[in-house]
Structure formats: structure tokens, C-alpha cells
């Protein structure tokens, strides 16, 4: 009853109260807004201005491009980790042929999670994005795919049961294949090859007929990426995602563990409820019981194959990048004026901004100003990855720039980047009690600062895996061998993902607890 007296904010009356200031001229850009409709939810006005504001003068936004946008303007920026393709010809033979193909995902779809993205930027939901470093050829098959999605679900459950928010459940599936290399040759025992630049470029044998980029790989990243949002939509919408499975999510060898027994208790809460719910003449047979909504995203990197994916709208009029729901430009393309940045201006995608502590606050207000000059809720999602230390003392100065600036994005914490280290056997790893402190770090700050934790970005995997040391089932230096299956970089298995939603959740249930208290308070 406290909440009766307090303004309410959602993402939609903040957009629909301030569109009306913002750049009318951009016409690319027309707001849409999905026909499912969304019930608003309460909440405090906090999303932008809740801390004080500073005194700093901030420099002007970059304007955004005054050059008209079109599907291949991106051809006259500088494009940064590009495969060089020996046969051009080629190249564009299978450019052409996807163009042809049909769209592997719909407008409409991204519409409605940047709906839900904007909730979360008020705080009203929460994202929860996952899945591999970089999807591999090799190990496609329908049970890796149902033994992420499982987790995913699993993880989703725990965080809504304890932040008492919609999940927001977006898999790093169905297209994150290519990854940026800092070198573009490798060499072992004095011959020099080109890097390997993930499964749609090139393979990770070495050996030159595999080093070297093949176009007709690109055609098979499509046909698996098709295959695989087709068996997601499958599990989410065919009774595998219904609530009343809960109990039976768990993977196998995660069920004998502390996470395991955790989760079987939650489970147990969870039937419980639902009984009840049944018991008052409430059904549980409506469809939000027994399906979910699933988005998928990646890495914007191989601008010659988003554009061949990228299609006009027949609704809206607007140009949707339809190789996948969201989709986000990295640390090392994120250029002001480089042609990743002049592509996603003109897609309508939800776009994601991976930030380190190398970001300039005031780079990251233009590089906003330019990707959403309409300042539409949802839009823009940052995906911070800095490591704990620098979350502490640099993250702070983005949000209070972004805060002056007026502008509304989603803060994403991705705690796997800034935490890589070495192994003493020479394989990469991540120590969970660094990825732990660094959402702890995350979470502190957003307290500190009155803005929002709008979610997380993870690696992880449904596989047994031993990738990523420490954890309660303790994966030591010793383990890393043992599993250790990654093409790229290193990620939690399932269980230790498990073990960080629980953490997470207990995070978001104090945040709610105490947003309860200060309203009660203000009646």
C-alpha cells in the first residue's frame, strides 16, 4: 500500500514525455513500440537523476552524422578486425546468396526486448545475458544447446524468485562466432599463420588451409545459427520452459552439490506456490506459466555478413539487423568514427557498448548521443568489464556523465573480461572470486550512485567444464586441463554459474528490501 502515494515511472511514460525534445530531423529513427501490450510497474523516479548533480562542465555531445545512413555507408569509415579474404569474388558470391536467405530473426521481436531493456534501465527488470565466448562448428548438437538454455533457465529463476523482477533472458547464442584478436598472426615453431578469428572466418587448426578465411563459412555460421534459435524457440515455447519443471532443470552433475541442493530447495518453494495458486482456482496452464521469452544477441564484428542480414521493416519503415535480436559493438570497434559505430546507427536493434576502464566518460555521453540520438529507453544497454578495483574508482565518473548528459541507458555489469589471467600451465583462466568481486563492486557503486544494476553479462556454459578456477565445487590450476574445452576464452560452468545467480540474487532481494523501506518511510 506504500507505493500508492509514489510517482510512478516506466520506460515508456519516460520516453513518451521526452521524445517530443529530441532531434525530430533524424527520420531513420522513428520511435515504434511493440503491440504486446506491458503492464507498468511502480517505482521511484531514480532512474537518471538520483544522485546529486555534479558541478563539472561537461563538453557538448558529439552531433550525430550529418550523412544521410544507408546499409553499406559503413564501406567509407575505417573498419577495424576485418577478415582479409584472399578470393574478394568469392566473398561477395556468398554475400549475395544471404541476402537471399530469409531473415533469421524478426523486428518485432527486438522491438518488444527493447520494451523490456527499457524496464530494466528504470529498474524494473533485470537482464540476465549468457552464453559461450565464441560458438564453435565442432560442438553444435541439440543437447549443448538444451544444457545452456537449462542454465540460463535455472539462473533466470533464481534471480527472479529473489529480486521479485522479470528476468530479461538474452543467450550469447545463434551467432556469436567472431571475435576481435589483438595479434593477427600467430606463430609456433617459426611458422607465422593467421590468427584464428572464430568459426565463421577461419578454423583453429594450424595449418594454413584452415588459417585462412573462407567465405563458405559464413554460409554454415548462418545455417547453425537458424538451427539453433529454431530449437530455442522450441524449448521456450513448447512446455520445456513451464514453471511447473522447475525441479527437473537440474543438470546432472550439479545435483549433488551445495548449488544443486540450493536450487531443489527454491524448486520446492516455487511447486509450492504454484499449488497454492491452483488450490485459489488460478491456472497454471496460461501461457507466462508454461513458456518463456528468449532472446539472442552478439557481437556486431563482421560487418559484411550483418549487412547482408540487415532488412527494412515492412511495419515500422526502419532497418532491423535480423541476424539476431540485440546485438553490440566491442571495446576495440567502438570508435566514434570507425564503421562499426556508422553501421549500428542506422539498425534499430537494441545495441550494447562494451566499456573498460580505458572509456572516456565524456566519449561514452557522444558515442551514446550517436547510436540514440531520440534518447529511447532500451536503445543503449553499457556493458561494463574493468575488473573490481577499476568498477570501484572509474565506473562511477561513466554514470555521473552519462546522468548529466540526461541520458537513459541500461548498466550491464560483464565481470569475465577484465578478470583473464594465466594459469601456471599456460592456459587462459578467470578466478571466480574476482568475477564474484567484480559484481559486488558493480552493485556497491549503484548503490553509492542511485542509479540501477540493470544486469549481467556472462560466459558461461550447461557443460561440465573446468575452464574457470574456484567456486564451492573448487576447480583448481591442477583441473584446468582436465575439461578445458573453450576455442576462445575461458567460462563458468554450470555449476558456478549457478552459484553467482544465488549471490546475485541475494543482492537484488536487499536492494528490493530496502526500496520497500524508504517508501514506507515516505508515506
Known amino acids: 500500500m506504500a507505493l500508492s502515494n509514489t510517482t510512478t515511472l516506466s520506460a515508456k511514460a519516460v520516453y513518451s514525455n521526452t521524445h517530443s525534445l529530441s532531434h525530430q530531423h533524424h527520420h531513420h529513427h522513428q520511435p515504434t513500440f511493440s503491440l504486446v501490450p506491458t503492464k507498468p510497474i511502480q517505482t521511484r523516479i531514480s532512474a537518471v537523476h538520483a544522485a546529486e548533480p555534479s558541478t563539472k562542465k561537461t563538453p557538448s555531445p558529439a552531433a550525430p552524422s550529418s550523412t544521410k545512413w544507408t546499409v553499406d555507408s559503413w564501406k567509407t569509415k575505417k573498419a577495424l578486425h576485418l577478415a582479409e579474404y584472399p578470393d574478394k569474388n568469392d566473398l561477395e558470391a556468398v554475400l549475395k546468396t544471404i541476402e537471399d536467405f530469409p531473415p533469421i530473426v524478426f523486428a518485432g521481436e527486438a522491438r518488444l526486448l527493447e520494451e523490456k531493456l527499457g524496464e530494466a534501465a528504470m529498474g524494473n527488470a533485470f537482464l540476465l545475458q549468457g552464453g559461450d565466448c565464441a560458438e564453435s562448428f565442432k560442438e553444435f548438437s541439440a543437447n549443448y544447446i538444451r544444457d545452456t538454455f ?63 578465411p573462407d567465405p563458405q563459412r559464413l554460409i554454415r555460421a548462418y545455417s547453425q545459427s537458424a538451427a539453433t534459435l529454431n530449437l530455442l524457440r522450441a524449448f521456450a515455447t513448447g512446455g520445456y520452459a513451464s514453471m511447473q519443471r ?35 482456482g488460478l491456472t497454471v496452464d496460461h501461457p507466462v506459466m508454461r513458456t518463456t521469452d528468449f532472446w539472442t544477441s552478439h557481437e556486431c564484428l563482421h560487418l559484411p555478413y550483418e549487412q547482408s542480414l540487415t532488412r527494412k521493416d515492412s511495419t515500422s519503415g526502419l532497418y532491423y539487423d ?123 557503486v549503484h548503490e553509492q550512485e542511485g542509479s540501477h544494476p540493470g544486469g549481467v553479462h556472462l560466459e558461461m556454459t550447461g557443460q561440465n567444464v ?29 555449476s558456478q554459474s549457478l552459484e553467482l545467480s544465488f549471490i546475485i540474487a541475494e543482492r537484488l532481494r536487499k536492494r528490493r528490501m530496502g526500496t520497500q523501506r524508504q517508501l514506507s518511510l515516505s508515506v
Open 150 to 212: 537449462r542454465v540460463i533457465l535455472q539462473m533466470g529463476a533464481v534471480l527472479m524468485f529473489g529480486g521479485q523482477v522479470p528476468i530479461i533472458k538474452v543467450g550469447r547464442m545463434a551467432g556469436q562466432f567472431a571475435k576481435p584478436r589483438s595479434d593477427q598472426f600467430e606463430e609456433k615453431d617459426g611458422v607465422k599463420l593467421p590468427v584464428y578469428k572464430g568459426d565463421n572466418i577461419n578454423g583453429d587448426n594450424f595449418d594454413l588451409k584452415s588459417r585462412t
Open 246 to 280: 522447475l525441479s527437473e532443470w537440474n543438470l546432472d552433475f550439479a545435483e549433488h552439490s551445495e548449488q544443486g541442493d540450493r536450487y531443489q530447495e527454491l524448486a520446492h518453494r516455487v511447486d509450492e506456490a504454484l499449488g497454492f495458486m491452483a488450490a485459489a
Open 322 to 444: 535480423c541476424s539476431a535480436h540485440m546485438v553490440w559493438v566491442g571495446e576495440r570497434t567502438r570508435q566514434l568514427d570507425g564503421a562499426h559505430v556508422e553501421f549500428l546507427r542506422g539498425v534499430a536493434n537494441p545495441i550494447g557498448i562494451k566499456v573498460s576502464n580505458k572509456m572516456d566518460p565524456n566519449d561514452l555521453v557522444n558515442l551514446i548521443e550517436i547510436l540514440n540520438p531520440h534518447n529511447k529507453p532500451g536503445r543503449i544497454t553499457i556493458i561494463a568489464r574493468m575488473g573490481a578495483e577499476n568498477m570501484r574508482v572509474k565506473f562511477p565518473h561513466m554514470i555521473r556523465a552519462v546522468r548529466r548528459a540526461g541520458q537513459i541507458v541500461t548498466w550491464v555489469c560483464d565481470p569475465m573480461h577484465g578478470n583473464t589471467i594465466k594459469a601456471p600451465c599456460g592456459l587462459k583462466t578467470r578466478p571466480f572470486d574476482a568475477i564474484l568481486a567484480e559484481v559486488r563492486a558493480f552493485f556497491d
Open 466 to 494: 573446468t575452464e574457470c578456477i574456484g567456486g564451492s565445487r573448487t576447480v583448481t590450476y591442477d583441473d584446468l586441463s582436465s575439461r578445458y574445452h573453450t576455442h576462445c576464452d575461458p567460462r563458468l560452468n554450470a
